[in-house]
């Protein structure tokens, strides 16, 4: 079983920055594609970024590319998500979630076994 608590998200006025983090226990994290997924109210969940095991490749959605990145530390089990440049329409609830078997940084939320509680991002405009 794996355990993510994410944390990082408020309040910004758009055009500001966030940092979101996602912790993970319960396995080996080098074991783990991660994955950052987001809701917005009354939509639904979409694919926002996701790095694979080993932190070399990564993939965002053409909504947040240029402005979002994603890494990882292992040594700190560690997934983080930089925001840059926030837009109102970046206002969602935003989950970390963990793939044990796939290799590659899937943007398919089925492909995803272990998910956190989220965190709530807010951009005023």
């Known amino acids: 079983q794996v355990q993510l608590v994410e944390s990082g998200g408020g309040w910004v006025q758009a055009g500001g920055a966030l940092r979101l983090s996602c912790v993970a226990s319960?396995?080996?994290?080098?074991?783990?594609?991660m994955a950052w997924f987001r809701q917005a109210p009354g939509k639904e969940r979409e694919f926002v970024a996701a790095?694979?095991?080993?932190?070399?490749?990564?993939r965002h959605a053409a909504t947040v590319k240029g402005r979002f990145t994603i890494s990882r530390d292992n040594a700190k089990n560690t997934v983080l998500l930089q925001m840059n440049n926030l837009k109102p329409e970046d206002t969602a609830d935003y989950y970390c979630?963990?793939?044990?078997?796939?290799?590659?940084?899937?943007?398919?939320?089925?492909?995803?076994?272990?998910w956190g509680q989220g965190t709530q991002v807010t951009v005023s405009s």
């Open positions: 979630a963990a793939d044990p078997y796939g290799t590659f940084a899937t943007s398919n939320s089925n492909e995803y076994v272990y």
């Open positions: 790095v694979t095991r080993d932190g070399v490749v990564s």
């Open positions: 319960g396995r080996s994290f080098s074991d783990l594609s």
